[in-house]
């Protein structure tokens, strides 16, 4: 029933490292990431808002679990990422995907 | 949501004071009771909060059921870290006030903007459903 377990295992990957997740609802959170699910819900610890003005609430919030089904973007540094690993991995995905 | 370490789980999150985003942009800050694999939620001893400007307001709700749908974000409450400072509370009245003013702009803005994209024939659609995983 799911479509991937591959941004699952690339997130796990990537358990420990800042992000900066941006949801649908225009908020943007920087954090480490401490974990993730199958749903790709995601935990951050340590947050900030980028744009504390706008989201006064969250000031009191350093952890919070992030519903995947909100997220629209996240955001990585390039050097945190074999580029060229996954793109190989979401294709030999896509071709067993195909039969 | 599973038991198998390393995966987010809210477990830990029981019984300790939380603030939760929803989908139609309110606050509740409460006790986090009860969990599911859906991210419904239990809060007890709910209060909602309503921010406009530096100020807020906070409306007591008692005990809140949250389809897990509408949760945007639920985050850990952490009472070192103060918020006082920057923020001014206000009584319910007040809040209400101040929130009825800030919707009332805010469609009259929205009611210009469609005029003007209308006169372009241009319109845009409003994401209101979520899609499923």
């Known amino acids: 029933c799911f479509y991937s377990a591959l941004f699952y295992s690339f997130f796990k990957s990537l358990v420990g490292k800042d992000v900066v997740v941006e949801l649908k609802n225009d908020l943007s959170i920087c954090g480490t990431l401490h974990s993730v699910d199958q749903y790709l819900n995601i935990k951050l610890t340590d947050i900030s808002v980028t744009d504390p003005e706008k989201y006064p609430h969250m000031l009191s919030v350093k952890n919070c679990f992030i519903r995947g089904s909100v997220v629209r973007y996240v955001q990585l540094p390039a050097d945190e990422v074999d580029t060229q690993l996954l793109q190989d991995a979401a294709r030999k995905e896509a071709m067993q995907q195909k039969q | 949501m599973n038991y198998v370490p390393g995966t987010a789980s809210l477990i830990d999150d029981i019984d300790k004071k939380h603030l939760v985003l929803l989908r139609d942009g309110r606050t509740l800050i409460g006790f986090l009771?009860?969990?599911?694999?859906?991210?419904?939620?239990?809060?007890?001893?709910?209060?909602?909060?309503?921010?406009?400007?530096?100020?807020?307001?906070?409306?007591?709700?008692?005990?809140?059921?949250?389809?897990g749908e509408n949760v945007v974000l639920l985050g850990e409450i952490d009472v070192e870290k103060p918020c006082d400072a920057v923020l001014q509370q206000v009584s319910i009245e007040e809040i209400l006030e101040e929130q009825r003013l800030q919707q009332q702009t805010k469609q009259e803005t929205e009611k210009v903007k469609l005029q003007v994209l209308k006169d372009r024939g241009l319109s845009i659609p409003k994401a209101d459903n979520l899609d499923e995983y």
């Open chain 2, 33 to 67: 009771r009860s969990i599911d694999q859906f991210a419904n939620l239990v809060f007890h001893q709910t209060v909602e909060r309503i921010h406009v400007g530096k100020k807020f307001g906070d409306i007591p709700r008692g005990i809140f059921i949250v389809r």
